[in-house]
């Protein structure tokens, strides 16, 4: 099931409505700079609800394995990336009167149309660790020495 380009969010939530399926990697364009291929998929999750306070609201979940380069050994790593956050829907007008303070909690002009997969995307940016690396001695090839600091003539095998 693809997903529809964009949605009325606030209009979803209050409906309660619920999309899910699997967005091929390929597909999301803001991703591919930082990943080493596109094969998979990412599993997402958006499900409509009304808060107790009235606020329409989306959970918006997404879970994948993306391949990425190390930042130790430039060599692809996989991550098993999960995340999740609240969507809340506020006139924009009174946009400013929320600060973000509630955890991974964002807020949006309930004006405004959403798209689906971009919402995936930002989530697999935030989810993200900001340096991406194998795990500690995990990197597949011999690590480059900080240059200069090699001494020649000496075999690290
Ligand atoms: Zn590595």
Redesign the pocket.
Known sequence: MSAPVSIDGAEFARQGECLEGAAPLSALARLQDLLTDTDGTVAYRLAGTVRRDGKPSIDVSVAGVLRVL??????P?ELDIEGSRKLVFVPGSTLGDFDDEEEDTDYLPSEDRISPLELVVDELLLAMPISP??PED????SLPLVVGAASSGQSLN
């Not at 190390?70 to 060599?75: F, G, I, S, Y």
């Not at 995990?138 to 090839?141: I, K």
């Open positions: 190390c930042q130790r050994c430039l060599q790593v690396r194998h995990a990197c597949p090839v």
